[in-house]
């Protein structure tokens, strides 16, 4: 689950990691309100949207005074804003975040994510921060430096100091990096995060080091445990057609193209998408239905591929095992008759009962497409795509 930028600040604040000072604004007035407030000198008005890039698309303004924080909300409220992170449609902006303004002596990063390879957190710095981390990993990977992270001992000091030594930090500086970087740390396993990036992280004229930015992503898996995190979701920011996915235990996600995907299990959904690619065509969706799906899941998540109206085939790919090959053909069978579906499927399973399951669908009378090999069932769904 992601939040907005002001939410993960509170987050961080509440394991004391500094942040500035900053109230959200739903109106001009309200920004208006808030910069004075925060002592009527210079704020910086932030579009709140789930994605970076807000200051190149125009969404972050420094202006001075109670009055320029109107203008500056009251251009950037009801915009769509489109950034490197926001499909091309961009999204709207419905709130903004109004903080005090600091005098800032540098700009680094910080971050924290899972690293799969090593099943530890690693907490990566740079001195290279208020920019696209991704550009300075791709092109000069060698000014990231990193910590990987010891599931049960933690962070530890050490690791901190070293690491505050390669941003160049001195003094005084240090210790409050060290400091900062430990109670971020714990933020990150208290409230289950997946990925935290605080960019950038600033030095003060003052020298103090204070999280400028904050965006925060959570285990979607882990949230019965936070009910106040839980709260922060905000469904304007998600498609809906996956908040309908969500209501049914089905894992989906929209993409770009024409052939709608539904399948049991991540892995065979990756490789069914990519042998989509390989045969020429463009996967519509990830749509996982889970090893224990039922007829009825099965009729929702039709349901949904066939809300997406860029679909133009469906290629249905299932490993009959918990999800037997016959519950799969009622489900579909039933999906298909009560929705009225008119695109062409192509339906490739293998498993418990599937003669039985390839019988059904025989027997239904409906058009189906069948195959037995993934590489064959690809071709048909992808010509059948192209008409």
């Known amino acids: 689950m992601k939040i907005h930028e002001y939410q993960g600040k509170s987050v961080l604040a509440k394991f004391g990691v500094p942040v500035p000072k900053g109230l959200v604004a739903y ?29 190149k698309g125009g969404g972050v303004k420094v202006v001075k005074g109670p009055d320029a924080a109107y203008e500056a909300a009251k251009a950037i409220l009801g915009m769509t804003l489109v950034t490197y992170q926001t499909s091309p449609a961009g999204q709207y902006v419905s709130r903004v975040l109004v903080e005090e303004g600091l005098a800032m002596d540098r700009e680094m990063y910080l971050g924290m994510v899972i690293d799969r390879s090593t099943q530890k957190t690693v907490l990566m710095v740079s001195q290279e921060g208020g920019v696209e981390i991704e550009k300075v990993a791709e092109e000069t990977p060698e000014k990231i430096f990193k910590a990987f992270v010891h599931p049960t001992l933690g962070l530890q000091p050490y690791q901190a100091r070293q690491l505050a030594f390669q941003l160049g930090l001195k003094g005084d500086e240090i210790k409050k990096a060290v400091s900062l970087m430990l109670k971020t740390y714990e933020a990150f396993v208290a409230s289950d995060a997946s990925l935290l990036e605080i960019n950038p992280l600033v030095v003060t004229a003052a020298g103090d080091l204070i999280a400028l930015d904050a965006k925060v992503n959570f285990d979607d898996n882990a949230l019965y445990r936070h009910a106040d995190i ?71 998540a039709f349901r ?13 790919n299932i490993f009959g095992g918990i999800l037997r090959c016959d519950v799969l053909a009622q489900g579909v069978i039933a999906a298909v008759t009560d929705l009225g579906v008119r695109v062409p499927i192509v339906i490739r399973m293998e498993g ?11 027997d239904s009378g409906l058009n189906f497409t069948t195959a037995d090999a993934m590489d064959e069932a690809a071709a048909k769904v992808v010509a059948l795509a192209r008409g």
């Not at 949904?304 to 249905?316: E, R």
């Open 304 to 316: 949904i591929l066939m809300s997406d109206t860029s679909v133009k085939a469906v290629f249905i």
């Open 352 to 362: 418990t009962n599937v003669e039985l399951g390839k019988q059904m669908l025989k």
């Open 230 to 300: 839980k709260e922060f979701r905000d469904l304007a920011e998600e498609d809906p057609l996956e908040i309908e996915a969500s209501k049914y235990s089905l894992n989906y996600i929209k993409l770009d193209g024409t052939i709608g995907c539904m399948v049991n299990g991540a892995g065979l959904a990756m490789a069914t998408m990519d042998i989509i690619k390989l045969a020429g065509g463009e996967p519509a969706n990830f749509l996982d239905v889970g090893g224990g799906a039922n007829a009825e899941q099965i009729k929702n």
């Open 27 to 55: 109106t001009p007035d309200e920004a208006r309100v808030h910069a004075t407030t925060l002592g009527g000198g210079t704020v910086v008005v932030k579009a709140q949207i789930h994605a970076g890039g807000r200051g």
